[in-house]
């Protein structure tokens, strides 16, 4: 507890100076097997350095596997491990750059998913065949049903089953726009959106947005000045902001897109999230909206399934033609399955799941993060955090990288005029709540520091 290293000597950066440090002492017999370092604010302060500083040395010292860290006992020495040991050691910190939602943990409710597989495996030969575009008569009824969460009941003729939303969006806006034309959506949107975009041609021009979402008098000056052929809202829980258009904006949007016949391309990805529903776009407009409801954050990822609601089933000719193009149909083995824990409850089971732990850390962000530092929900995976000046994007994500903690800088989500400083914060994912802890004390200081201090060079 009261070592003190002697850095005076080393032209390192800092946190390099402590990590070897902790190597030369334990080769010297000053520290031994089972010695606990002192507390990083402690030594930070011995040291008149950066606490983020000295948490960089141990989280290197720890790569070496020189340390090893026991949540609320401290850090303490452990000496070479073999290579496996320090294999298991490196991972500290947390990749906070994927917006999953947690992880299954619960054995019972793995089980449960587990026997929905083996039940749909028992036709494996059949589901291994081409299918028709679209999902079977079996898979629509499932769709149906999972949708009626959401209030919607469309006919078999309206909604398709393709293999992710990503694919969805694709052939949704395949036939609304050509190249070179213009696709209004969020001035802080979704990646994925642009990503579809660059690959068809489309120009995305953002749109003003107040604590409501995008703003009907954006919308209306948009309308008038680029004639543009949808307009693209991650209304829910919206990535990265998390913010909810609320049910009187909605019906505000939904009135000046009627006034211009504008399509509506809802991306409700997080729309089952939350337990007080709002109304999604497909129920105040149907004949306007393409409802996309991807399973990738309500379930998992992994099964590349979405539901698609058409505005009309004239709507849905073109868009059946462009999405088989594009990928023939949906896996029938994982739309099975999909189907399958619909009808045997586990798809709830999960949805309860991911529910409870986003709020529980959500509730571990609160109590770490400075109060109003950043932007969520209670239920979203991410924070969304404004740096403070003198921070901007690039340096607050590299310093932060440079520790092992992967964030997103806004220029991914950038369809404005200019980024904002800012970045994306994930709580999801594999990571664990001790992980995602340590991660956010770390965020949190670095919040409270100048990036001088972040220096690593003496």
């Known amino acids: 507890m009261d070592w003190t290293p002697d850095l ?29 370092l002192p507390p990083q604010r402690a030594l930070a302060k011995r040291l008149g350095m950066d606490f983020t500083t000295v948490a ?21 020495v452990t000496g070479a491990r073999t290579a496996t040991a320090l294999r298991a050691s490196a991972r500290l910190s947390a990749d906070l750059t994927m917006n999953l939602p947690p992880e299954p943990t619960d054995p019972d409710l ?16 059949a589901r291994l065949r081409y299918q028709g575009f679209g999902g079977s008569p079996a898979d629509k009824d499932a769709a149906s049903s999972w949708l009626g969460r959401r209030a919607l009941v469309p006919s078999q003729d309206r909604l398709f089953v393709t293999p992710g939303a990503h694919a969805a969006l694709l052939g949704i806006l395949s036939i609304l726009a050509k190249s070179g034309e213009i696709v209004l959506c969020e001035a802080i949107t979704y990646p994925g959106l642009r990503a579809v975009a660059a690959q068809l041609g489309i120009r995305l021009v953002g749109l003003q ?13 948009a309308c008038r000045r680029h004639a543009p052929k949808a307009i693209y809202l991650n209304p829910t829980l919206q990535n990265p902001t998390t913010l909810t258009i609320s049910e009187g904006r909605r019906a505000e949007l ?26 999604p776009f497909a129920a105040i407009a149907p004949d306007l909206t393409w409802h996309v409801a991807g399973l990738a954050k309500c379930i998992g990822a992994g099964l590349r399934a979405a539901y698609v609601v058409a505005p009309s089933a004239r709507a849905a000719w073109p868009f059946a033609a462009a999405a088989r193009a594009a990928n023939v149909m949906a896996s029938p083995l994982t739309v099975s399955l999909a189907t399958r824990w619909i009808e045997d409850g586990a798809a709830d089971a999960i949805l309860r799941f991911i529910r409870e732990e986003t709020a529980a850390r959500q509730k571990l962000a609160a109590e770490i993060m400075p109060r109003g530092s950043y932007r969520s929900d209670p239920l979203s995976f991410n924070l969304w955090i404004p740096l403070p000046a003198p921070w901007n994007r690039a340096s607050f994500a590299g310093h932060l990288r440079e520790t092992g903690i992967g964030v997103v800088a806004s220029d991914a989500f950038n369809a404005g005029a200019a980024p904002i400083e800012a970045v994306r914060v994930c709580i999801g994912g594999p990571s664990t709540r001790s992980e995602i802890k340590r991660a956010l004390e770390f965020i949190a200081h670095a919040l409270e520091e100048p990036p001088e201090l972040a220096s690593a060079y003496i």
Request: proline share 4%; glycine share 10%; hydrophobic share 40%.
């Open 209 to 221: 947005m107040d604590d409501d979402g995008v703003t009907p008098e954006a919308l209306d000056e």
């Open 110 to 125: 793995i089980e449960m998913m587990r026997e929905g597989l083996i039940e749909v495996s028992r036709d494996l030969v």
């Open 254 to 279: 939904a009135a000046v897109a009627r006034g211009y016949e504008l399509p509506i391309v809802e991306d409700d990805a997080y729309g089952f999230i939350p337990t007080c529903k709002i109304s």
């Open 56 to 76: 960089r040395g141990y989280v290197e010292a720890k790569r070496r596997g020189l340390v090893d860290s026991r949540v609320g006992q401290g850090t303490f």
């Open 8 to 36: 005076s000597l080393s032209d390192r950066p800092r946190y390099l100076a402590i990590a070897e440090r902790i190597a030369a002492d334990i080769k010297s017999g000053r520290l031994a097997v089972g010695d606990r």
